[in-house]
T-cell receptor, first 113, second 113 residues
Framework: EAQVTQNPRYLITVTGKKLTVTCSQNMNHEYMSWYRQDPGLGLRQIYYSMNVEVTDKGDVPEGYKVSRKEKRNFPLILESPSPNQTSLYFC????????????FGSGTRLTVV | SQQGEEDPQALSIQEGENATMNCSYKTSINNLQWYRQNSGRGLVHLILIRSNEREKHSGRLRVTLDTSKKSSSLLITASRAADTASYFCATAGLTGGGNKLTFGTGTQLKVEL
């Protein structure tokens, strides 16, 4: 089944403790992206990657890092999480080029206390 | 930054009625897409309409696009309780290969029996 898999589904952590949210897709998509969703603000792009070793900032990149060492994986790293990073996070992928919809993961609900 | 703004923010209808949601955006686009999200789950791609198209159908969904007014509408005909969800429009800009999607804040649709 074509899918984007995120882990973990839920995560509660403490301020300053480094964490990684994994994302993997099995569709050979070139483009991958991370979004955060907050009430009243919709989805905002954190980082994206157009292919292996090619990543760039989205609209709200502060406090996050990403890497794209393999085509299928695009982990999101929070080096020193803070409470304002409490949010619902989504990974998504799509083929490169125009005119394709995204496939989204099921989301990771992160709480930073 | 948000590109799309959906209207209304919330909509409640009876099963069997039609539901119409509107989306306005600010800058020129390559395409516009609609997604559905069930209560905190991942977004599901519904339909994509390109900037040179005016109307598109998919099952019970009808999407229109008016690039002169920078607006789109999503019509769900003969709604069902299972259509209860949040609906988001998302625009793909003209740069970056057309992959980056900018989402609106969504319309919450409730379909009552």
């Amino acid at each position: 089944e074509a899918q984007v898999t995120q882990n973990p589904r839920y995560l509660i952590t403490v301020t300053g403790k480094k964490l990684t949210v994994t994302c993997s897709q099995n569709m050979n998509h070139e483009y991958m992206s991370w979004y955060r969703q907050d009430p009243g603000l919709g989805l905002r792009q954190i980082y994206y990657s157009m292919n292996v070793e090619v990543t760039d900032k989205g609209d709200v990149p502060e406090g996050y890092k990403v890497s794209r060492k393999e085509k299928r994986n695009f982990p999101l790293i929070l080096e020193s999480p803070s409470p304002n990073q409490t949010s619902l996070y989504f990974c998504a992928s799509t083929p490169s080029g125009k005119g394709y919809g995204y496939t989204f993961g099921s989301g990771t609900r992160l709480t930073v206390v | 930054s948000q590109q799309g703004e959906e209207d209304p923010q919330a909509l409640s209808i009876q099963e069997g009625e039609n539901a119409t949601m509107n989306c306005s955006y600010k800058t020129s686009i390559n395409n516009l897409q609609w997604y559905r999200q069930n209560s905190g789950r991942g977004l599901v791609h519904l339909i994509l309409i390109r900037s040179n198209e005016r109307e598109k159908h998919s099952g019970r969904l009808r999407v229109t696009l008016d690039t002169s007014k920078k607006s789109s509408s999503l019509l769900i005909t003969a709604s069902r309780a299972a259509d209860t969800a949040s609906y988001f429009c998302a625009t793909a800009g003209l740069t970056g290969g057309g992959n980056k999607l900018t989402f609106g804040t969504g319309t919450q649709l409730k379909v009552e029996l």
